[in-house]
């Protein structure tokens, strides 16, 4: 089935999307992006693109810090995702690649002065971390401070810390990386937030310790307190507390609720998948699919009836 894009202002075949060698983003990093998932249900035979909006409220947001103005609104953005997503036609689980850079084709390390372009395309993608249980490693990169390069929106040059961390831990034998701040608290995943249940309660990072503030991890901590009754705590976590966790997990658009089994070769409880994170992935993949009456408002269904 033939992928398309949005790009310079027109849906076009993916194939046919292509930028310039000179394009000042490819050099410098000078881009922002964001993943949205877009989940078939097939009973429905409809795809549900998961807090669409709030994609684009943060990619909006990088827009600013980049210095980057587009020529679309939030609603004009989600509107031309989901003309995007209907003209694709796949009938599986999607993921949608926005992305807003600095496209005029010139060297100079800047923000200003320069042209800017959007791009969205769309590829089906199933399980990101594809293993049911993850096995990770404490990574010697660490996640940069606010003031270093702002991780709270996705900017295309800040994922080379990132693919350090990922790199590192594959070749070490892990499936994924848990990066710590420079002073050596828990931040996140290279492309996901990090839970722990300790006590019967859910301990996340919080904003100030470099994180991306995921949509996944908000929608977790809803689900938890609304459906569950667990108490969720976003505080600073120490690297110790990872291997005395009850449960631990990655949450994340690409990711969706990946159990963690083991940490640095220490098995995090019994190694297998825990009960809170069994029954919060449980009502999770009823969420994203529109199936939970509760939450039909976070699904845009992409396709016409
Ligand atoms: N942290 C990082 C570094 C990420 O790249 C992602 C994926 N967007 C996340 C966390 C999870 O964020 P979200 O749930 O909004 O996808």
Redesign the pocket.
Known sequence: MPSYAFFHNQFVPLSEARIGVMTQALHYGTGVFE?IRGNWNSEQKQTYLFRLEEHYDRLLNGCRLLKISLPYTTSELCQLTIELVARCKFQEDIYVRPLAYKSTESLGVRLHGLDDDFLAFVIPWGPYLDVDKAKVGVSSWRRPDDNVIP?QV?LTGLYVN?ALAKTEAIENGYDEAIMLTPDGHVS??????IFLVTGGRLVTPASYNN??M????DTVIKLAQNELGIEVIERQVDRSELYTAEECFF????AHITPVAEIDHRKIGNGEIGKITGSLQEIYSRVIRGKHPKYLDWGTPAYKK
């Open positions: 993943g991780p996705k990132n996140e995943g290279t492309g996901e937030n994180i991306l995921g949509i996944t991890r949450t994340g658009t690409a």
